[in-house]
C-alpha cells in the first residue's frame, strides 16, 4: 500500500465522526494525533456505518468487485470499450490493470477503517462493556469479510491489524500464507459471533448470526465440511430468517426476511450503485451481459418451471441482459451480502463432501436441495435421482449457478470444485488466481506477484 494512503484514509474518517477541517490542516502528515477521533458510541456506530459505506464503491459491490465473480468466469461478459473490463472478461488480466488496483485499494482502504475503529474503541466514554466489545466485534466482522474476499480472488494478501498513526512506522508486510489468511479470518468472525450485540439497522448491518453464516461460508471454502454444516444449521434453526415465498420478492423487497447482511443503497447524497444501469442498453456506460451459454442454461430451466429465469434474466433484441437489479432510474438496488438460502447449499455441499464417494444415503442433503429447487418453481428430487453424493454435488453447483447469479459467488464455486481451470488454456492455468496489482508491488518490496503473472 502507498504510503499516502494512511493520511488519506485517517482525513476522511475524521471528517465522517466530526472532527473540523482547521483541525485536520494542522495536523503534520508524519505525525498523525488520532487521540480523541472516535470517544463517543455515536461516533463509534458513524464510523462503522461509514465502513458498509465504502464497500459501496464501484470498485467493490457497487459493481466492479461484485460483478467480475461471474464475468471471470462463464456467466457474464463485457460489451464496452474499457480495457481493464475487457481484460476480465478474456480471463487474461495484466497486473498493470488499474481497475484491479482500484479495487485492491478499495478493499484495504475498508480494512483500515476497521483497524481504526478497534484502536479507538478503549477511548470510548460512557458504555458498557458489552458495548464495547460489540464495536470491536462489528469491525472486526467487516474486517474478515473483506480478508476473504481477497482471498479468494488475489490469493494470500499482507494482513494489516493494527491502526498505524504514524506513517514513519508504516510496516510495508510480506503477503500471509492462505493458512495464515483463513486462521486470521476465522479468529475475527469467532469473536465477531461472541460479541456482536443487536445491532441497529439489521439486515443493513452485522448481527450475531451473520458471523455465523460468514463462517459457515469460509469453512466450506477451506474444506472444514463439519463445521461448515454445522454453522449452516445454527442460522437454519435459528428461527431468525426465513425463505420469501416469491422468488422475486429478494429483490423487490429491500431488507426482508431471508436477507441476513443486505448491503442498502439508497440513492441519497451519492449513495448509489450501478448494477442496473450497467446492463440496461438504454443507459450509457460499459455494459455486462448473460454470456450465450449461460443465457441458454437459464433458458432451458425456465421451460422446465425455474421462475428464476424470467424474474432475473431478459432478451432484449440481441442483449441477453440481468434485471436481478432493476432500479436503473435510482440506481438504488440492494446487493445481498448473505441470504438464507446460501446456508441450505453450504449445509447440502457440506454434508455432500463429508460423506465422500459412494451411495447418497443422508436425506437432509436432498432435502436441503428441494428447500431451493421448489423455492425455484422446480419439481423435488428423490433419492433415486441422485443416486451418489457425485450426482448431489453436481447438482448443487448447478442450483447455485442459477440461485446466486450476479451475487459474487461462481468464482469461488468454480475454485471449490476444483474445475475453474478448465476455462483457461493448458498453459495459462496460472490465471486461475488473480494477479497483485503491479503498482502496489513497486511500492511495496515484500510483496510477491502470483506465479505465472
Not at 194 to 212: C, E, L
Request: proline fraction near 3%; glycine fraction near 6%.
Amino acid at each position: 500500500m502507498k504510503r499516502f494512503n494512511i493520511y488519506n484514509y485517517l482525513v476522511v474518517l475524521l471528517l465522517l465522526v466530526g472532527v473540523s477541517c482547521d483541525t485536520l490542516e494542522q495536523e503534520p502528515v508524519n505525525q498523525i494525533d488520532v487521540d480523541g477521533a472516535i470517544t463517543t458510541n455515536r461516533n463509534a456506530q458513524l464510523a462503522l456505518a461509514g465502513m458498509y459505506n465504502a464497500m459501496q464503491s464501484g470498485n467493490y459491490y457497487g459493481l466492479r468487485y461484485l460483478y467480475y465473480q461471474d464475468v471471470y468466469t462463464d456467466n457474464l461478459a463485457h460489451a464496452g470499450t474499457f480495457t481493464t473490463d475487457q481484460e476480465v472478461s478474456s480471463r487474461r488480466i495484466n497486473p498493470s490493470n488499474l481497475q484491479i488496483r482500484s479495487t485492491w485499494q478499495t478493499m484495504y482502504s475498508v480494512i483500515r477503517n476497521a483497524n481504526f475503529v478497534i484502536f479507538s474503541a478503549p477511548n470510548i466514554e460512557n458504555i458498557s462493556d458489552a458495548q464495547r466489545l460489540a464495536i470491536i466485534a462489528e469491525a472486526r466482522f467487516l474486517r474478515a469479510y473483506v480478508y476473504f474476499d481477497m482471498l479468494r480472488v488475489f490469493g494470500g494478501v499482507p494482513i494489516v491489524e493494527d491502526f498505524i498513526a504514524d506513517t514513519e512506522s508504516l510496516n510495508f508486510a510480506p503477503r500471509a500464507s492462505s493458512q495464515e489468511m483463513y486462521q486470521f479470518i476465522i479468529d475475527d468472525l469467532t469473536f465477531a459471533e461472541q460479541n456482536i450485540g443487536n445491532t441497529p439497522n439489521a439486515p443493513f448491518r452485522a448481527r450475531r448470526f451473520a458471523a455465523t453464516a460468514l463462517l459457515a461460508r469460509v469453512y466450506l471454502q477451506q474444506g472444514n465440511n463439519a463445521l461448515a454444516a454445522q454453522k449452516a444449521s445454527e442460522v437454519i434453526n435459528s428461527g431468525v430468517y426465513t425463505l420469501q415465498s416469491t422468488y422475486a420478492d429478494i429483490f423487490r423487497i429491500k431488507g426482508n426476511n431471508e436477507m441476513i447482511l443486505e448491503l442498502n443503497f439508497t440513492n441519497v447524497s451519492g449513495d448509489q450503485s450501478s448494477l442496473a444501469i450497467s446492463s440496461d442498453p438504454a443507459t450509457a456506460g460499459q455494459k455486462f451481459y448473460l454470456r450465450p451459454a449461460f443465457f441458454n442454461l437459464f433458458q432451458s430451466a425456465g421451460s422446465n418451471g425455474d421462475v428464476r429465469f424470467n424474474a432475473f434474466v431478459l432478451q432484449q433484441g440481441n442483449v441477453l441482459r440481468v434485471v436481478k437489479y432493476f432500479r436503473s432510474a435510482t440506481n438504488d438496488d440492494n446487493v445481498p451480502l448473505i441470504r438464507l438460502a446460501e446456508m441450505f447449499m453450504i449445509r447440502a455441499e457440506a454434508n455432500a463432501r463429508a460423506a465422500g464417494t459412494g451411495l447418497l444415503t443422508n436425506t437432509q442433503i436432498i432435502d436441503d436441495i428441494n428447500v431451493i429447487r421448489n423455492r425455484a418453481g422446480l419439481s423435488s428430487l428423490l433419492l433415486t435421482d441422485l443416486l451418489t453424493n457425485e450426482a448431489a454435488l453436481t447438482e448443487i453447483l448447478q442450483q447455485r449457478r442459477l440461485e446466486f447469479a450476479f451475487e459474487g459467488h461462481r468464482y469461488t464455486d468454480l475454485q471449490r470444485y476444483g474445475i475453474v481451470g478448465e476455462l483457461f488454456p493448458a498453459n495459462e492455468q496460472f490465471r486461475v488466481i488473480w494477479p497483485i496489482p503491479l503498482q502496489e508491488i513497486e511500492v511495496n518490496n515484500n510483496l510477491v506477484q502470483n506465479d505465472g503473472y
